[in-house]
């Protein structure tokens, strides 16, 4: 195979009259050394020797006149021992071949392009690179162990070492920008070449390599051996370094090289400062970034749209939405114009804080500044009014993301099938599934998970299942959330051992269930009186350390007050607050109601004492407990709980003496109603002497 050195073919006529003018040609023939010559200066010597053997037939057959003795070369450097004798050197005025034995001229350094001479007018995209290039990043990426060995062997075949432009030029090719164990080897090898230096170029692409995969730690390992070099900085070296270092947060890194800019003297460009200020919000420095921003809106070198989006990133990340708001209201006033990038930022924080109203407002500034919205947007416009019910407004985004010609994936499907059947529309939600089959959309697994349990909360539990069927038979992958939405619907319905069934299934088939699968079917147990099959699942799920939730705890008070356990239930909202687990208004709701059926009142009432240190009040813990007690017919002890609650000032008497009004009338006993309600009983005082005392609700029944 023919090599970039090889400058000619046998059939060449070649002339060496301008080196060693005309020579009688004696002696014996020795091997053949082909010169290429240029002679366009006077000290031009030769560039190329190529080693050729030619066919017997074209060796000279004149005499042979002794020449110059050529040195030997020893890979660049100095031989220890002296030159030996050389050989004759003989040639005829006719012909082109030299003969020589062993020795060889000095190796030549290459560059990554075939024509500089030049390369100060040219664009550099137009210069083409050089036929070595090709050859040594086949030798590169070949994938052989012995890379380094085999780069040392075609090297001195050909004569020839990389010169640091070229390391350069290989470092930043797009095949290694991804491979920076590759990269950093052949940097190392590079600098072992005899009388080589890398240069700074070299240096920032082998970082830039390394940063771009996060390989940290070698980035730290090569800069400190760059520190140590002293190269001056210049504006295309600290672009990248800046860039480099903002990627991975090596702030103090970062900032060296903005000091050694200012030292040098080198003027920051655009890029430099969004480099910079990218790598301060990167490394989540948001009061750095503010006065880099300061200053550009202040200087010559003013803000642009990827300053801006920087800027608004950095804020939306820490939480400061509104911040991030004002620099896009700033924007405005710049005559910056915000893109798809800008609106895009401020969409994903608005929907992360549950602002749907703002996506959606964002959403349509963006429709009328006529910019291109990518799918994602509206992913989470739908997503978000979807969220709030909104399916209506959500099916309307989904039309004109149609009509824009945009394609519609599967998850914007997903959520609006789910958003009209969580509002009861299961025609709409079933006939968006069809839409989307027919499409040509593959339902994935939350599709279906989703379908069944629309399925099965509108109580089509044999419909569902035979979704759950045509999932094992087409292969989809059936995961906890479908498992579970079966378990529930089949637990309210009360077909609690086919939910038993489906759960050891799920067990079997390596799909681990969750809190949601162990608290469904813990209910259903509970609440179709197996409270002791509920005890032995909820202990099963401590033991496979799957968490117990503050709705588990919640569950099985319920489920034990039910069955007048209540020393066990107690004992449950104890273990409950021992793990550290916050109640809830629901949980106490379960607690004070069995304490208040099994005439409990003031436990009930100490704990509710104890839950306000916790940060725990229950609103509506008071107006829960009256109802229950009326309901029952216990109207004594609701009464004197009214009481309790106005002379510790958690209520103030009229809102407890309504409360009190409409549990009477809820429970049935109009009677007490009416008089409660034409009385002062609650809120009048009776005078006695000069002391003035409240009338007790407990008149009510006394009377």
């Excluded at 020797?49 to 450097?77: E, M």
């Excluded at 969004?274 to 809106?297: D, K, T």
């Excluded at 086919?498 to 699968?517: H, I, Q, R, T």
């Excluded at 607690?591 to 100490?606: D, E, H, N, Q």
Aim: aromatic share 10%; charged share 25%; proline share 5%.
């Amino acid at each position: 195979m023919s090599s970039p050195l090889d400058h000619g073919t046998y059939g060449e006529e070649f002339s060496l009259k301008i080196l060693f003018g005309n020579v009688a040609l004696s002696s014996k023939p020795l091997p053949f050394l082909s010169l290429s010559v240029y002679t366009q200066h006077p000290k031009t010597l030769m560039r190329r020797i190529n080693l050729l053997r030619p066919p017997p037939s074209l060796l000279p057959a004149t005499t042979l006149h002794s020449f110059t003795t050529l040195l030997p070369y020893n890979n660049g450097g100095s031989s220890s021992k002296p030159p030996k004798k050389g050989p004759t050197l003989t040639f005829t005025s006719n012909s082109r071949w030299v003969f020589t034995d062993n020795y060889l001229p000095p190796p030549e350094w290459i560059e990554p392009f075939n024509d500089l001479s030049d390369i100060a007018s040219k664009i550099p995209q137009d210069l083409k690179p050089s036929p070595w290039v090709h050859q040594i990043m086949s030798l590169l990426l070949d994938g052989s162990v012995d890379m380094e060995s085999r780069l040392d062997l075609f090297c001195n075949k050909f004569l020839i070492k990389l010169s640091p432009n070229f390391v350069s030029f290989v470092l930043k090719s797009m095949e290694l920008q991804n491979r920076p164990d590759l990269a950093l080897k052949f940097f190392t090898w590079a600098g072992k070449q005899n009388k080589y230096t890398h240069n700074l170029q070299c240096y920032v692409s082998l970082i830039d390599v390394l940063a771009i995969n996060g390989d940290l730690d070698n980035v730290k390992s090569v800069f400190c051996k760059y520190r140590g070099m002293g190269f001056l900085m210049n504006v295309s070296a600290a672009n990248s370094l800046i860039k480099s270092f903002g990627r991975l947060g090596m702030v103090e890194e970062l900032l060296w090289v903005w000091r050694g800019m200012k030292e040098n003297g080198v003027e920051p460009s655009l890029f430099t400062y969004n480099f910079l200020l990218n790598g301060l919000v990167n490394s989540v420095f948001i009061e750095s970034a503010e006065r880099v921003l300061e200053v550009m809106e202040n200087g010559k070198i003013g803000p642009d749209v990827v300053t801006y989006n920087t800027m608004i990133k950095g804020y939306c990340q820490v939480g400061k939405t509104q911040k991030a708001f004002e620099k896009f209201r700033d924007m405005e006033l710049r005559n910056v114009a915000p893109d798809k990038i800008t609106y895009m930022t401020l969409i994903q924080a608005c929907y992360a804080e549950g602002d749907f109203d703002l996506c959606l407002s964002l959403y349509h500034e963006m429709d009328e500044n006529g910019l291109e919205i990518p799918p994602h947007a509206y992913s989470l416009v739908i997503g978000g009014l979807c969220k709030e019910g909104k399916c209506v407004e959500g099916y309307a985004v989904f039309e004109k993301m149609i009509q824009k010609g945009c394609k519609v994936n599967v998850a914007i499907y997903t959520a609006l099938i789910d958003s009209n059947a969580k509002c009861g529309n299961m025609g709409e939600a079933m006939l968006l599934f069809e839409r989307m089959k027919k499409e040509g959309l593959e339902p994935d697994v939350v599709t279906y998970g989703v379908v069944v349990n629309c399925m099965c909360k509108s109580g089509r539990l044999d419909e569902a299942m035979e979704y759950l069927e045509f999932c094992r038979v087409n292969g989809v992958a059936v995961n906890a959330m479908l498992y579970s939405s079966l378990i529930d619907g089949l637990g309210k319905a009360g077909r609690v051992h086919e939910a038993e069934k489906l759960f050891e299934e799920m067990v079997k088939k390596g799909c681990p269930p969750d809190s949601y699968c162990y608290n469904a079917l813990i209910d259903a147990l509970a609440k179709c009186g197996k409270i002791d099959e509920a005890l032995a699942f909820f202990k099963r799920m401590e033991d496979e350390g799957c968490d117990q939730t503050v709705y588990t705890y919640t569950i099985m008070i319920n489920g034990l007050f039910r069955e007048h356990r209540n020393e066990e239930a107690l004992k449950m909202w104890d273990m409950m607050i021992d793990k550290g687990i916050t109640p809830t208004a629901a949980a106490f709701r379960a607690l004070s109601i069995g304490l208040c059926l099994s005439g409990k009142v003031a436990r009930a009432c100490k704990i509710l004492d104890e839950l306000a240190p916790m940060g725990v009040i229950p609103e509506t813990a008071f107006e829960d407990m009256l109802n229950v007690l009326c309901k029952a017919g216990r109207i004594k002890e609701a009464c004197k709980l009214a009481d309790g609650f106005v002379d510790r000032g958690r209520e103030i008497p009229g809102r407890v003496r309504t409360v009190l009004i409409n549990a009477l009338r809820k429970a049935g006993n109009a009677d007490l109603a009416l008089k409660l309600m034409h009385s002062k009983i609650g809120i009048g005082y009776d005078r006695m002497g000069s002391v003035k005392r409240r009338v007790k609700f407990r008149i009510l029944v006394e009377s």
